[in-house]
């Protein structure tokens, strides 16, 4: 259930203004798009994994509403956090595992599978999310775009208005990040 445009951001302004029964009516209007992007994840994640959509959507969502120096913008500014948040919860989740693992050894595929969430597929975030690192430290903007493209389900249009640049600007940097980024974890599955 998708409020009318702008729903979503009177409702962020007056939760940042501390209504709190803003909360409880933010919360049917945006779980079924979080919902939809978790599941999204979760469909290239590996058979049997302990985490869940609906368990990444409310760790998500605590996280957001937790969020008590955010100025929200927008709804589009609303999903690009919770994008970067759920790129937060599925690393932690995917170190947690590994370090109780301890080496154990974990299918990678290459970052464009990984974009195409190919069914079945076992994506590394891990590498996704040391290479995005990287990334981020080479082209911001580009490791920005890439996070909100695939963390956050955002459109090319939704993702340039986030970061207030133009659509074009955004298609060409998604293309080079992706093949930056697809050349990287490539290369950290040869090694």
């Known amino acids: 259930m998708e409020g009318l445009?702008?729903?979503?951001?009177?409702?962020?302004?007056?939760?940042?203004?501390?209504?709190?029964?803003?909360?409880?009516?933010?919360?049917?209007?945006?779980?079924n798009e979080l919902r939809r992007v978790a599941g999204r994840y979760m469909r290239g994640e590996r058979a049997g994994h302990t985490?869940?959509?609906?368990?990444l959507v409310h760790e998500a969502y605590l996280r957001l509403i937790g969020q008590r120096d955010v100025a929200w913008q927008n709804r589009s500014?609303?999903?690009?956090v919770a994008a970067r948040l759920m790129r937060n919860v599925l690393v932690d989740h995917a170190r947690a595992r590994q370090a109780h693992k301890r080496g154990g050894q974990e299918r990678k595929?290459?970052?464009d599978e990984a974009l195409e969430l190919a069914g079945g597929e076992s994506t590394d975030l891990l590498a996704l999310d040391e290479a995005l690192t990287r990334l981020a430290q080479r082209d911001p903007r580009q490791a920005r775009i890439v996070e909100l493209r695939f963390f956050g389900g955002l459109s090319e249009k939704e993702?340039?208005?986030?970061?207030?640049?133009s659509v074009r600007t955004v298609k060409r940097d998604w293309a080079v990040a992706r093949a930056w980024l697809y050349r990287e974890i490539r290369q950290g599955c040869a090694t």
Do not use: K
């Open 109 to 111: 595929v290459t970052f």
């Open 51 to 55: 985490l869940q959509p609906t368990a």
């Open 5 to 31: 445009p702008g729903e979503i951001t009177l409702l962020l302004a007056d939760l940042q203004a501390g209504n709190r029964s803003a909360e409880s009516r933010l919360i049917p209007l945006v779980y």
């Open 159 to 165: 993702a340039a208005e986030v970061l207030r640049i």
């Open 77 to 80: 500014h609303f999903y690009a």
